[in-house]
């Protein structure tokens, strides 16, 4: 933790040890009646001057600036927060915020995949009795978060945004692969044309003769592996051998086109979960209570980059101020 460096704060006696141990020998000159007078040992004496004292003060700061950057001091100020997504509505946030008694607390636009995360790793700007309000698509997180401050999740899942994907199919059996592309259902459309375009995502090849070598996509369905040596000693899995060319990734299976409505709609998931990313699940409106779990990672400080500065300039100082007084 970083609070610990604040246990290395006696180091500041160094500088001022080091600073009474140096000492100025008295320089001993000698006189014609020095013969009469008693014999004396050489004595050494601390002188200080006004630089000295400049100089130690100095370097006391420069040590409890270095301590007090590593420790990273936060002083809480935030009271309650309203935490919004980005995206929310408007109307409903208003609506939440009034119905929870926030109305007159501080509001806060966040990234909704990064709301509770964010204020999880903040939370040592907040006041003890400080309360929080989160609204929006808030995704799950895959493990139930804990915060150190009373958190009310409040979410609106909206509909996910619709996408589309374009298909090319070539060959003699394209109806059976347009209306399988029909049935796709979801946020995710095929758009299925017959020719290959700067879009295309994928290509299905129904055709025994191998494709122009210049036809290019990131995924081909291959019904005849026949046209492409790759799919040779291809590996299978679930029944779909796969491999990389020049042209794209591969994909065959012998059982292609789909004929039962099973085998279409697995064929799909597989195709949409590899290759698109999965959509977010909307976590569920609830209540966290205050728990004194410790933070395991947190944001830095806001003071942390004034301390910075001023650790570059009280050491700039301090060489000034050296240098001048070995002159």
């Keep these: 933790m970083n609070s610990l460096w604040w246990l290395a704060l006696p180091t500041l006696l160094?500088?001022?040890?080091?600073?009474?141990?140096?000492?100025?020998?008295?320089?001993?000159?000698p006189m014609a009646t020095a013969r009469f007078l008693p014999r004396t040992e050489p004595r050494q004496m601390r002188v200080w001057r006004w630089a000295d004292v400049i100089l130690l003060i100095v370097r006391c700061l420069l040590l409890a600036c270095l301590i007090a950057w590593l420790a990273d001091p936060v002083l809480p100020w935030r009271g309650n927060t309203v935490v919004v997504a980005e995206g929310t509505d408007a109307r409903w946030a208003e609506q939440q915020v009034q119905a929870a008694g926030f109305g007159n607390a501080a509001r806060l636009s966040l990234p909704a995949a990064a709301a509770l995360a964010w204020v999880r790793s903040h939370e040592r700007e907040w006041k003890p009795d400080a309360r929080l309000l989160v609204l929006?698509?808030?995704?799950?997180?895959?493990?139930?978060?804990?915060?150190?401050?009373?958190?009310?999740?409040?979410?609106?899942?909206?509909?996910?945004?619709a996408g589309e994907v374009h298909v090319a199919v070539v060959g003699e059996r394209a109806g059976e692969w347009r209306r399988m592309f029909a049935a796709l259902n979801g946020p995710l459309r095929a758009v299925v044309g017959e020719g290959p375009g700067a879009k295309t995502e994928l290509i299905v090849w129904d055709k025994p003769e191998a494709p122009p070598a210049s036809m290019r996509a990131p995924l081909w369905w291959v019904a005849d592996a026949s046209a492409f040596p790759e799919l040779a000693k291809a590996p299978r899995v679930d029944g779909i051998r796969y491999a990389d060319s020049p042209r794209g990734r591969l994909w065959t299976s012998d059982a292609w086109p789909p004929s039962e409505a099973a085998a279409a709609r697995r064929l799909l998931?597989?195709?949409?979960?590899?290759?698109?990313?999965?959509?977010?699940?909307?976590?569920?409106s609830q209540s966290f209570v205050a728990s004194n779990v410790p933070s395991t990672t947190h944001a830095d400080g806001a003071l942390r980059g004034i301390l910075m500065w001023a650790l570059v300039a009280l050491f700039a100082l301090e060489r000034i101020l050296t240098h001048a007084r070995r002159r």
């Design 269 to 284: 998931e597989t195709w949409r979960n590899l290759h698109y990313a999965p959509l977010p699940y909307t976590a569920p």
């Design 14 to 29: 160094l500088p001022i040890w080091w600073h009474r141990k140096k000492r100025v020998q008295v320089a001993a000159e």
């Design 136 to 161: 929006g698509d808030i995704p799950m997180p895959a493990a139930p978060p804990q915060f150190r401050h009373a958190l009310d999740l409040r979410t609106l899942a909206k509909p996910a945004a």
